[in-house]
């Protein structure tokens, strides 16, 4: 091994310490926070050396505890064969969920290409500074401007590789500054997405949308969990950047009895806001949401876990808003529903 090949090495090996201390701090902190809000703790120091051994056990290592702790700590119970959030990612995500086949995820532009029926229809976007239309036909500035003139609507701005709702603006077509919006980088441009009546009284001052998380098998796609995102306050968006809720979805559409917090904190089954109970609530044609994600998932082969988010329009259609193939977050479906595989995935 000569000396560059070693300097590699060693860039390596510090960065990927470096991502395993920030997840294990992230898990000691949202175990924390837990715990404050619900003034007790439940992890002892004899359930901490039970998650510690079974973590050496299962995954050869008593270091992936902090998250096999945390979500004890939010079921109140240890369950044996969770996935840690930590070995996830760092060890499945990057042997099953390759970077040349997952960042692709990130290119919101691109999905129209990827899942034809089923993404959202942008106005239009820019690559490299340059604009075209949802027909994939560049445009020029004059032409972009009398698009948005003539659509005479609300639209949402999403930067191109925007992720968690960052950098997300909502503007009527006709104020659209191109230059401005350019100025930023590249950008997509789209409706704002009218919502299924019975979502949309949940919370109406935000986009309430499903996550759905699938992984491939195979060749064939199952949904391992789902639950429903929904707004806060005043908040436009569902995401956890943004605050808001979360609530398990049964196979029937029905949600669960309780939703969560993005502190993982149980909160009861009433909207905190708008008062509609929880209960109440059954997601539109629910099959045909998690059979759309299952096919799409299955057009994409080239990675075997990937995260949803879908909205359910006005006709009960579903309609991909994003979807993520680099970091699909597990803890919270791990957690609440898991253990997910029981054995580590293959």
């Known amino acids: 091994m000569n000396i560059e090949d070693k300097v590699r090495e060693v860039l390596r090996y510090v960065e990927t310490?470096?991502?395993?201390?920030?997840?294990?701090?992230?898990?000691?902190?949202?175990?924390k926070k837990l715990v404050e809000k619900k003034g007790y703790e439940f992890v002892n120091n004899k359930i901490k050396k039970i998650t510690k051994e079974y973590s050496r056990e299962k995954f050869g290592s008593a270091s992936f505890w902090p998250y096999i702790a945390l979500y004890t700590e939010i079921r109140e119970e240890f369950i044996p064969g969770w996935i840690p959030e930590d070995y996830y990612r760092m060890h499945l995500l990057k042997k099953y969920n390759p970077e040349s086949a997952s960042l692709i995820s990130g290119y919101k532009s691109f999905d129209k290409i990827?899942?034809?029926?089923?993404?959202?229809?942008?106005?239009?976007?820019?690559?490299?500074?340059t604009i075209f239309n949802v027909n994939r036909n560049k445009i020029t500035n004059q032409e972009a401007d009398k698009?948005?003139?003539?659509?005479?609507?609300?639209?949402?701005?999403?930067?191109?590789?925007?992720?968690?709702?960052?950098?997300?603006?909502?503007?009527?077509?006709?104020?659209?500054?191109?230059?401005?919006l350019a100025a930023k980088g590249d950008f997509i441009i789209q409706p704002v997405c009218k919502q299924h009546h019975g979502l949309q009284k949940i919370n109406p001052n935000s986009l309430n949308t499903l996550r759905v998380f699938t992984f491939l098998e195979n060749g064939n796609a199952?949904?391992?969990?789902?639950?429903?995102k929904f707004g806060t306050g005043e908040s436009r968006l569902d995401n956890g950047s943004a605050g808001g809720g979360i609530c398990g979805i049964n196979m029937d559409g029905t949600l669960h009895n309780n939703f969560y917090d993005l502190s993982f904190?149980?909160?009861?089954?009433?909207?905190?806001?708008?008062?509609?109970?929880?209960?109440?609530?059954?997601?539109?044609?629910?099959?045909?949401?998690?059979?759309?994600c299952k096919n799409a998932h299955e057009s994409y082969p080239y990675v075997k876990f990937i995260g949803w988010d879908v909205a359910v329009g006005v006709d009960k259609e579903p309609i991909l808003i994003e979807w993520n193939a680099r970091y699909p977050m597990l803890a919270y479906g791990e957690s609440l529903f898991g253990p997910l595989w029981g054995e580590i995935p293959r």
Do not use: C, W
């Open 17 to 31: 310490r470096g991502h395993y201390f920030a997840l294990r701090k992230l898990a000691h902190s949202k175990r």
């Open 114 to 129: 990827l899942f034809k029926n089923f993404s959202f229809e942008p106005l239009l976007y820019t690559v490299s500074g």
């Open 265 to 292: 904190m149980k909160r009861g089954h009433m909207h905190p806001d708008t008062g509609v109970s929880l209960d109440d609530i059954k997601i539109p044609n629910i099959e045909g949401i998690l059979e759309a």
């Open 222 to 228: 199952t949904v391992k969990f789902s639950y429903l």
């Open 147 to 180: 698009l948005l003139k003539d659509f005479d609507q609300e639209v949402i701005i999403k930067p191109e590789l925007g992720k968690g709702g960052n950098g997300i603006t909502f503007s009527h077509s006709i104020e659209v500054k191109l230059k401005d």
